[in-house]
């Protein structure tokens, strides 16, 4: 049975006491009603440090947004894979598109940064997902396996069943814009297709694949029903502990 996971991605949301509080809010709820699936919350760095020793490990994993393509050195302001990993963090999110598309981050250096991150313990969450202008043009499916061609598809098995991917719209982040269950399914199939066809199916299979892009309580129980699709990485409903709890709820 491959993991189901409800993620949470903060972005560049949450003082360090906002985030210190809502992280012992989830933990509280969490611990007073488990949930039936992996859960992972994953904050600016300056929260990791602080937030990691809070968290019951059973119940939440700790995860970072984005780590260097760089092991270590002269790079101001960057913060390395060991660094993310040395807080108590076990994921790192990497390849967002809003890293690719603001801070121009190439399919080459994700590929780095995947490198790094796994050879440092980390498990990647890694994104991948079309534009509003690639899918008008019904390409979604050339440019989700490029993005996974281009930096994810080089592992080895061993080391790919170590990544998370998350299948991400770009026009449904954060525009209340929502793949319909029946398209989110589609693509969720066709992504488990080309990873069966890179590493077999019995990786396939295992494989856990998340959607992202407008996930919300309202929308979650419908998303997660189908077969292909194993739980979210969510954006803004995960800044509130209810909402948050309430996708997660959608497994049980």
Sequence with gaps: MRKKIVAGNWKMNMTLQEGIALAKE???VLAADRPNCGVVICTPFIHLASIA?????ELIGLGAENCADKAKGAFTGEVSAAMVKSTGAQYVIL???ERRQYYAETP??????VQLALANGL?????IGESEQERDANKQNEVVKAELEGSVFNLSAEEFSQVVIAYEPIWAIGTGKTASAEQAEEIHAYIRSVVAERYGA???????ILYGGSCKPSNAREL??????????IGGASLK???FKGIIDAWK
């Design 202 to 208: 019995e990786v396939a299979d295992a494989t856990t």
């Design 241 to 243: 502990a209810s909402d």
């Design 224 to 233: 997660f029903a189908k077969p292909d699709i194993d739980g979210g990485l």
């Design 108 to 113: 080459a250096i994700l590929k780095e940064k």
């Design 26 to 28: 989830l933990n509280e």
């Design 53 to 57: 020793p809070m968290l019951d490990a």
């Design 123 to 127: 498990k990647v969450i890694f994104c």
């Design 95 to 97: 390849g967002h598109s």
